[in-house]
């Protein structure tokens, strides 16, 4: 579900385990964000955040944590984020990015 390699942008599974997976996204050898997603089911009270959210991408409710993270809410399930580690990544990049998961795929797990 994670996005693929392109652009120069390669991603790096960094960590796996029930109910998360997270992966580096690197370009030119620089760690620049960190993709992630997690299932919510265990942890029901993580959705709390998007009741008042008013951004969608990609149909799904948005939200920014910080200044250095947007979150998506899909299938009303799992939490999609894109964490920037390099100022040049900024908010209109984790967008892009959270953009090219496959959350259509994501929603009907």
């Given at each position: 579900y994670f996005p693929v390699d392109e652009g120069g942008y390669k991603r790096i599974y960094t960590q796996e385990k029930k109910g998360f997976a997270q992966a580096k996204l690197t370009k030119d050898g620089q760690d620049i964000a960190i993709l992630s997603i997690s299932d919510t089911l265990n942890n029901p009270s993580a959705k709390d955040k998007f009741k008042e959210s008013t951004e969608q991408i990609g149909g799904y409710p948005a939200v920014n944590q910080?200044?250095?993270?947007?979150?998506?809410?899909?299938?009303?399930?799992?939490?999609?984020?894109?964490r920037s580690k390099d100022s040049s990544f900024d908010d209109g990049d984790r967008r892009d990015w959270l953009s090219k998961f496959d959350l259509r795929g994501l929603s009907k797990l």
């Open positions: 910080g200044s250095n993270s947007t979150v998506l809410l899909v299938g009303d399930r799992f939490q999609v984020k894109v």
